[in-house]
Nanobody, 121 residues
Framework: QVQLVESGGGLVQPGGSLRLSCAAS????????MGWYRQAPGKQRELVAH???????FYADSAKGRFTISRDNAKDTVILEMNSLKPEDTAVYYCNADIRMRALSSYQDYWGQGTQVTVSS
């Protein structure tokens, strides 16, 4: 099986920073795209940032200029550095990855359990 475990959420004041980390573990042959989504109360889950295995990056407009996504392929880890946080960034943040468990298997979508980020004074 495969697990994605997130860490790094918490309470931060407006203008502050947080670093989210997500590590994949289990039976992993290869990982394609990895990304971060978020879901605020009463809203749909939305993509925040995504990075391919080759390093191509996409940011939602809300994240551009403030968030940085990176990955360590050797450690099967994806990081989201968040700066200049705003109250509207408050949400549960979820890690997502397309993972192939074996050489002849197809890629499947996996999700972490979510980590709460609260931006408030």
């Amino acid at each position: 099986q495969v697990q994605l475990v997130e860490s790094g959420g918490g309470l931060v004041q407006p203008g502050g920073s947080l670093r989210l980390s997500c590590a994949a573990s289990g039976t992993i042959f290869s990982i394609n795209g990895m990304g971060w989504y978020r879901q605020a109360p009463g809203k749909q889950r939305e993509l925040v940032a995504h990075i391919t295995a080759g390093g191509s990056i996409f940011y939602a407009d809300s994240a551009k200029g403030r968030f940085t996504i990176s990955r360590d392929n050797a450690k099967d880890t994806v990081i989201l550095e968040m700066n200049s946080l705003k109250p509207e960034d408050t949400a549960v943040y979820y890690c997502n990855a397309d993972i192939r468990m074996r050489a002849l298997s197809s890629y499947q979508d996996y999700w972490g359990q979510g980590t709460q980020v609260t931006v408030s004074s």
